[in-house]
């Protein structure tokens, strides 16, 4: 079945420094990951689309100078939380799909919880 | 815009009771609806969905109907079981079908 694998689970950071985050697809081929974070006592709000041969878009409230996201072939996703503040403390999520595929819908990893201190 | 709204907070029940949790969504077109659950450290996973209005959807015992009268898709379990346990979000697809909008959240308890 399809799998999507969120590392680390948990991290935490100082505040003003950045953090990296990955998302493996396994069992299918991702061509479109969409990165989702989850702030507390908040639902999930979409950071940016990242379609595999297609510019990045990127949500309001949300730029690429901030959250950088490579999305380097069909397995793999990585983002960037640069100069990480208070504010970005939360529950970040991948979401990948095979788009090619018809009526596919995305599956999620467990997510990485951001703390900064 | 296009939204999705869902009762908040924390339902409490016991084992075989009646579920039921409310969603409505505000759209000039037809999306495809969504229920989403996600169990304690795991990230959400798709209960059901509903592409054609006045359709329903049904998983584990779950229902949900989309009507478009209403405009809402209400979940539904006859009786539930401690399993059950989780955070529950509705979800609507943009027109495009490639990015998801997801309700706040509803975190259902049942006690044994």
């Known amino acids: 079945g399809a799998l999507v694998y969120q590392y680390p689970r948990r991290t935490i950071c100082k505040s003003g420094t950045s953090m990296r985050m990955e998302c493996q697809a396994v069992?299918?081929?991702?061509?479109?990951v969409a990165w989702y974070r989850q702030s507390p006592q908040k639902t999930f709000e979409l950071i940016a689309l990242?379609?595999?041969?297609?510019?990045?878009?990127?949500e309001q409230n949300f730029t690429q100078e901030k959250f950088p996201i490579s999305h380097p072939n069909l397995s793999f996703s990585s983002m960037t939380v640069l100069n990480a503040y208070l504010e970005d403390r939360g529950l970040y999520l991948c979401?990948?799909?095979?788009?090619?595929?018809?009526?596919?819908?995305?599956?999620f990893g467990s997510g990485t919880r951001l703390l900064v201190i | 815009g296009d939204s999705v709204t869902q009762m908040q907070g924390q339902v409490t029940l016991s084992e075989d009771d009646f579920l039921f949790i409310n969603c409505t969504y505000s759209?000039?077109?037809?999306?495809?609806l969504f229920w989403y659950v996600q169990y304690p450290g795991e990230g959400p996973q798709l209960l059901l969905k509903?592409?054609?209005?006045?359709n329903k959807g049904i998983s584990r015992g779950f229902e949900a109907t989309y009507d478009k009268g209403t405009t809402s898709f209400h979940l539904q379990k006859a009786s539930v079981q401690e399993s059950d346990s989780a955070v529950y979000y509705c979800?609507?697809?943009?027109?495009?079908?490639?990015?998801?909008?997801f309700g706040i959240g509803t975190r259902v308890l049942v006690r044994p």
């Open positions: 979401g990948a799909r095979d788009q090619r595929q018809g009526n596919s819908d995305y599956t």
């Open positions: 069992g299918f081929q991702a061509t479109s």
């Open positions: 990242s379609t595999v041969n297609s510019a990045i878009k990127y």
């Open positions: 759209t000039t077109w037809y999306p495809t």
């Open positions: 509903v592409t054609t209005a006045n």
């Open positions: 979800a609507r697809s943009n027109s495009a079908g490639n990015k998801l909008t």
